[in-house]
């Protein structure tokens, strides 16, 4: 069965947001008199939410529910400093305008709302399942699923697109096939994908558009 509908990660997959992770982790870090982590650090800390990372980035002591939401205040402030599109990303999603396709993230909505517009790619996604609805976050396949229901779509011609176990393992539960993106942060953790883009151009090769433009 041909894929009709693409559901995308965002950090890591879609946009590199590494560089305004690190500086909000590192902020968070500094005003608790702790040296800062490198970025290929953090990168190996991200992709299950801000919780998560706020609590891998801090001793277990120094961890509260205050210190995320102050992690979210300082990332809100640094949002779109050094933030782009992944490169070659825009090439694939102009040459798939108009068909399927979602973004299904662990992030905040609002903060990915915000980064889907500035970067100019909020045209191309019909929905955002983000990471702080009334939905689990991935791995559960909860986000998929509702990802599939807003699309009107079917698990056997979807694909979850990601950089991270958790992508993968959320796809798999939802009866969707897999793609890891092993150009972004994460680690496949072992969980078996269908495809495997080591670039962001293998995306289009992988999955050709029926008529690029």
């Known amino acids: 069965m041909q894929t009709d509908t693409f559901l995308f990660d965002l950090d890591g997959t879609l946009i590199d947001s590494l560089p305004d992770l690190a500086t ?4 968070l870090r ?3 008199s ?7 650090t953090v990168a190996q800390l991200v992709g299950d939410g801000a919780t998560m990372l706020v609590r891998r980035v801090l001793p277990e002591k120094a961890f509260s529910a205050q210190q995320v939401q102050r992690f979210l205040t300082l990332y ?3 949002l779109l400093d050094e933030t782009r599109i992944m490169p070659g990303i825009d090439t694939f999603l102009m040459q798939h305008q108009g068909e399927k396709m979602a973004v299904v993230t662990n992030k905040p909505y609002d903060l990915s709302l915000a980064i889907l517009c500035e970067l100019g790619l909020d045209p191309f996604f019909c929905t955002i399942v983000a990471g702080d609805g009334k939905l689990p976050k991935k791995p559960d396949p909860q986000p998929v699923l ?3 229901r807003e699309l009107a779509s079917t698990p056997e011609t979807a694909v979850m697109i990601g950089d991270h176990h958790t992508d993968l393992r959320a796809g798999r539960a939802a009866g969707v096939k897999t793609c890891f993106c092993a150009f972004g942060y994460g680690n496949d953790d072992g969980v078996a994908y269908d495809f495997l883009a080591e670039t962001s151009g293998d995306l289009l090769r992988l999955f050709p558009a029926e008529n690029p433009w």
């Open 24 to 27: 909000a982790a590192n902020l």
């Open 30 to 32: 500094g005003e608790l």
């Open 34 to 40: 702790l040296p800062p982590l490198l970025r290929e």
């Open 76 to 78: 809100r402030a640094h």
């Open 146 to 148: 509702q990802a599939l």
